[in-house]
């Protein structure tokens, strides 16, 4: 990178401090600067490709640093431009903030001309190796495209080659699905589709018809109509293709490997159950097979068979509309007719060869450019909350300002608060001798979290008048909660930053928002949904990683119940929540389905039987007067390409064959049977 691109783009609303951050750096950075945020977005739209790194600040009118972030996040400039963030505010809360929008240093003032020197130059210069590390992988996965390109094309000739055709139509699927697909996910969030996972299929549909080499050459090129029997033996290239591609020696349980052989074997069935070869109905039928489903009767109808002459563009549509080609999903019809102009002039120019050295590089910034969506996206969420509790505060002095965090409960402090609070601490976690006692006392934070979850969108203020004990003195309080919601959301999980007054002072207020929490409320782990969703997202990501999932429960907890009591109880599922987050990677995941009721999610490399033999013993030892016990079955990932119900079933089952044994133990699923590794 040479000079002219080292710009550094200082954003701060006070002219003191651009001169100050000037001085220190404009013998090694050419300078830009803006005083608010909506200035420093104006500058990003017209020197985004020569600033080298910016320097922001938290606290600005008009737009914020956050919601610069947000902006940077939404325009995907948080990427190739660096922010070091620069405020006076030191709290956790805003550090945190700062790391979840993208920032990723942070420089507090007053100044230190050495440390800013050091810590802008050390990473400008590791932006710039960051910048040819990717150039040098677009370079790799642009030679890896070009292969996987040409590689396509030569089997579109093999495959073709046997029924007298150009070769063409495995080239036209391809480009059909590809352009469906990425419709469909502009169009529903129902199939939760990546660019990656778009760009697989597409490889995987060269080989829908990879069958077809069984099929002998007097019925595959019949010109005319095939009779009962021929069209059986025809119908059976979607079972020998699905059968060649199960039967590989080598990794048959790639996800490419696993889409393949599902399109290969289901791209003949048909939405209303009407296909062949299991007569399979709705989305029981793969989305990739569904797709390229349509993708193999368009090119089908609009080119020159043996059989027939082409139909055109349009008829082709009204057919496929119409029913006459077999029922398909009504979104994909809708897809199909909303892509129609595009695909016509694609297929026009799709050729041997036709995937240039421009569309490949555009496939490769394409899938670069969308690695990380999600987080980015997140990160837009997260800051449209903070933005609306600050906005919402922004007028209001902030002598003490907390959050509540219902789920786990606690309550957060900044430094000024603790002091006028008299608490030793930044971070309370209300119990009946901490913050019940210092702060609000027992029923009055009771009653002032009712309010809260009393709240609705229509209705969003609440009020309440409390004897609060500020200090050592009991101080009558006015606190105001006003609740922002998102739509859609559930509000399981609830959270509060504001602060106390004097009830003789001005309003103040508490903002209070809700969301949609991935815990179990008890324990703190994942519930179960959450878990399901995020391992199923690792299953079908899975590649070579092998996985296992645990399913336990505790073989005595009715005994807790009735012996010590419910509360009793409720010590026993905490403690073991506990020993597990203390015994398990930050990799794993855990998670209570319910009651006493566990699952735990890990990859493991050749045994997964060493680490769950630790978190086996650690959870058995005992809790006060309660023996843990409990009875565990596993299943593992290892030649196995199926969904996470099926996995769970198997660990299902190998639970109970431990219950049916002497429990307090663990025991694998294999081949229908559970092998027993423990009693």
Known sequence: ????????????????????????????????????????????????LEISL?????????MDGFEVLGMMNEK??????????????????????????????????????????????????????????????????????????????????????????SGLHVLHVHVITELLLRRLAEKSKAYALTEQE?????????????????VPAEVLNKPGRLTPEEFEIMKRHTVEGAKMLQNIPFRRNDALVRVAHDICRYHHERYDGGGYPDGLKGDDIPIAAQVVAIADVYDALTSERVYKPPFSHEAALRMIANGECGAFNPVLLECLQDISQKLESELH?????????????????????????DASARSV????????????LSDLSRDIVFEYNAVPEMIKLSEQSTDSLGLPEKIVEPSADRLWTKLFGKENFADFVGKLRATSPENAVATGKY????????????????????????????????KIVDIDAEATAVAFWAQK????????????????????????????????????????????????????????????ARRIKCNIRSTDLAARMGGDEFILFMEYKKSVTPQLKRIFDRLCEPFKEFAVSISMGVACTENFGGSYEELFRRADAAMYEVKRNKKNGFAFYADGTCASSRS
């Open 54 to 62: 910016m320097l922001l600040d938290i606290v600005m009118p008009e």
């Open 76 to 165: 995907g400039w948080i990427k190739t431009i660096p922010v070091i963030m620069i405020s006076a505010e030191t709290g956790g809360a805003y550090i945190d903030r700062a790391y979840d929008l993208g920032a990723i240093d942070y420089i507090s003032r007053p100044f230190d001309e050495r440390t800013v020197k050091h810590r802008v130059t050390s990473n400008y210069l590791l932006t710039v190796k960051q910048k040819e590390m990717a150039e040098l992988l677009s370079d790799q996965m642009y030679q890896k495209e070009k292969d996987n390109s040409l590689m396509i094309e030569i089997l579109s000739h093999i495959v073709e080659f046997r029924n007298g055709e």
């Open 198 to 214: 778009i760009h697989m299929i597409g490889n995987a549909s060269a080989l829908h018809d990879i069958g077809k080499i069984s």
């Open 381 to 392: 969420r997260l800051l449209e909350q903070e933005r609306m509790k600050f906005k919402f």
């Open 517 to 576: 929490a991935e815990e179990d409320e008890r324990t703190g782990l994942l519930n179960h949904t959450a878990a399901k969703t995020r391992i199923s997202a690792l299953l079908q990501n899975a590649g070579d990683k092998q996985y296992a999932l645990a399913v336990f429960d505790l073989d005595n907890f009715k005994q807790a119940n009735d012996s010590y009591g419910h509360l009793f109880g409720d010590e026993v599922l905490e403690e073991v």
């Open 1 to 48: 990178m040479n000079q002219a691109n080292k710009k550094i783009l200082i954003v701060d609303d006070s002219e003191l401090n651009r001169s100050l951050l000037s001085d220190m750096l404009c013998d090694t950075f050419d300078i830009l600067e803006a005083e608010n945020g909506m200035q420093a977005i104006e500058i990003l739209h017209e020197h985004e």
């Open 349 to 373: 120019v799709a050729s041997f060869g036709h995937a240039t050295d421009d569309s490949i590089r555009n496939t490769v910034q394409r899938m670069l450019k969308t690695g990380g969506t």
């Open 467 to 498: 004897l609060l004990q500020i200090n050592r003195d009991k101080v009558w309080c006015k606190v105001t909660a006003k609740a922002l919601w998102s739509e859609g959301e559930t509000p399981v999980f609830e959270g509060a930053i504001g």
